[in-house]
């Protein structure tokens, strides 16, 4: 009694005690505040009373040696328990009966829900970076008006294509072009006009590729 009083009645998970025949025979102070109800009105109750509340399953709880699962407890705000069934034994180590612990474990459901939030909130940003980062990349490599290759990727890949076509022994080409009276156009008819000729041939030469 004085162990019982001083660990059960002050403890803060709640506790039910169920005899051989899933009975309640004891609660303690915790368990009542979770149901609000009356001890006294559960004591002799079938535990199917209490976990009915929370599953729809309460019977599966009580198959096994020993049984651990979550339950979310329907409330303003909603709270979640982690639920422990353990069986009992007398001193002949028969099953007598079971002990189950209800832990309140919103305050971490709380944290992973966070956790999960502030993951999605990366993983979303790391994918907007990465399409930032091939963006800039392209750009970085092609010329803004006609959207060609330009010298740096030029730069950046003729070395390595020389080197592939020497190891695996194929002919590589550069070809080089130049439009004539290029400069009259943009005297003649204006820059803008230059313009749309570079976009043309770069246009024909992406489709003739």
């Given at each position: 009694?004085?162990?019982?009083?001083?660990?059960?009645?002050?403890?803060?998970?709640?506790?039910?005690?169920?005899?051989?025949?899933?009975?309640?025979?004891?609660?303690?102070?915790?368990?009542?505040?979770?149901?609000?109800?009356?001890?006294?009105?559960?004591?002799?109750?079938?535990?199917?009373?209490?976990?009915?509340?929370?599953?729809?399953?309460?019977?599966?709880?009580?198959?096994?040696?020993?049984?651990?699962?979550?339950?979310k407890v329907s409330k303003s705000p909603p709270r979640y328990l982690d639920l422990r069934i353990t069986?009992?034994?007398?001193?002949?180590?028969?099953?007598?009966?079971?002990?189950?612990?209800?832990?309140?474990?919103?305050?971490?459901?709380?944290?992973?829900?966070?956790?999960?939030?502030a993951m999605d909130r990366l993983q979303t940003q790391l994918i907007e970076i990465g399409v930032l980062?091939?963006?800039?990349?392209?750009?970085?490599?092609?010329?803004?008006?006609?959207?060609?290759?330009?010298?740096?990727?030029?730069?950046?890949?003729?070395?390595?294509?020389?080197?592939?076509?020497?190891?695996?022994?194929?002919?590589?080409?550069?070809?080089?072009?130049?439009?004539?009276?290029?400069?009259?156009?943009?005297?003649?008819?204006?820059?803008?006009?230059?313009?749309?000729?570079?976009?043309?041939?770069?246009?024909?030469?992406?489709?003739?590729?």
């Open positions: 009694p004085v162990a019982r009083g001083h660990l059960i009645e002050s403890m803060s998970d709640g506790i039910l005690v169920l005899d051989d025949h899933g009975r309640i025979v004891d609660i303690n102070p915790a368990m009542q505040e979770l149901l609000d109800n009356e001890p006294g009105t559960l004591i002799g109750q079938p535990v199917s009373v209490v976990l009915k509340l929370w599953t729809r399953h309460p019977d599966e709880l009580l198959n096994g040696i020993e049984t651990r699962t979550e339950l069986q009992l034994y007398d001193d002949e180590q028969k099953v007598n009966g079971r002990l189950l612990v209800f832990r309140d474990v919103t305050d971490r459901k709380e944290v992973e829900k966070d956790l999960r939030r980062q091939s963006q800039l990349r392209e750009q970085a490599i092609r010329d803004a008006l006609t959207n060609l290759f330009n010298r740096r990727y030029l730069e950046e890949t003729l070395e390595r294509e020389l080197a592939r076509a020497t190891r695996e022994s194929y002919p590589l080409c550069v070809i080089m072009m130049d439009l004539d009276y290029f400069k009259d156009i943009n005297d003649t008819y204006g820059h803008e006009a230059g313009d749309v000729v570079l976009k043309t041939l770069a246009e024909t030469v992406t489709r003739q590729s």
